[in-house]
Antibody, heavy 120, light 108 residues
């Protein structure tokens, strides 16, 4: 059974960089059939797609976040990562990692989510 | 950008009721529409993909329909365990882009 698990600091200071890692187990991250994506959910707001990476490292980003987000994949560790720079309180959210089908872009396996609070 | 409008934003129904949730796209998206169920404190779970395909293991009381700009998620006979928030998600392939609806909170 595929499992994804987010990890990283739960508290980030304003203007600093938010960094999260998603560890994949029970399946290979090296697959041509899937992307590896990040989605966030701010309190009381809709889910927001942040971006997705292929195992090769090629990535797609939500244009609204593109200037502050970097995605990467480490196949040797079966992990993929998210960095968001210059964070503000508006970046406070639950961050989910998920597996996304390559051909139809639906998210079929999700991590449990990691709450990140931006506060001084 | 494609906008997704879900309605209603909240809904109260009784066990056994037929429930319909609607998602409207701001432009034609074909069948590029997925539905998710999210229970409090949990990650979303995929129910329906490509507008009408039921994910394996999802109860058959869930169904999806629609194409173009208008989509519906139907629960034919509501069960108590269906209390959740439901989200639609549209996607484009090249370049890859995803947008979620605002969510519909379903209460019993």
């Amino acid at each position: 059974q595929l499992q994804l698990q987010e990890s990283g600091p739960g508290l980030v200071r304003p203007s600093e960089t938010l960094s999260l890692t998603c560890s994949v187990s029970g399946g290979s991250i090296v697959t041509s059939d899937y992307y590896w994506g990040w989605i966030r959910q701010s309190p009381g707001k809709a889910l927001e797609w942040i971006g997705s990476s292929y195992y090769t490292g090629s990535s797609y980003y939500n244009p609204s976040l593109r200037s502050r987000v970097t995605l990467s994949v480490d196949t040797s560790k079966s992990q993929f990562s998210l960095k968001v720079t210059s964070v503000t309180a508006a970046d406070t959210a639950i961050y989910f990692c998920a597996r996304e089908t390559y051909s139809g872009s639906h998210f079929d396996y999700w991590g449990q989510g990691a709450l990140v609070t931006v506060s001084s | 950008d494609i906008q997704m409008t879900q309605s209603p934003s909240s809904l109260s129904a009784s066990v056994g009721d037929r429930v319909t949730i609607t998602c409207q796209a701001s432009q034609d998206i074909g069948k590029s529409l997925n539905w998710y169920q999210q229970k409090p404190g949990k990650a979303p779970k995929l129910l329906i993909y490509d507008a009408s395909n039921l994910r394996s293991g999802v109860p058959s009381r869930f169904s999806g329909s629609g194409s173009g700009t208008h989509f519906t998620l139907t629960i034919t006979s509501l069960e108590r365990e269906d209390i959740a928030t439901y989200h639609c998600q549209q996607y484009a392939i090249l370049p890859l882009m995803c947008t979620f609806g605002q969510g519909t909170k379903l209460e019993i």
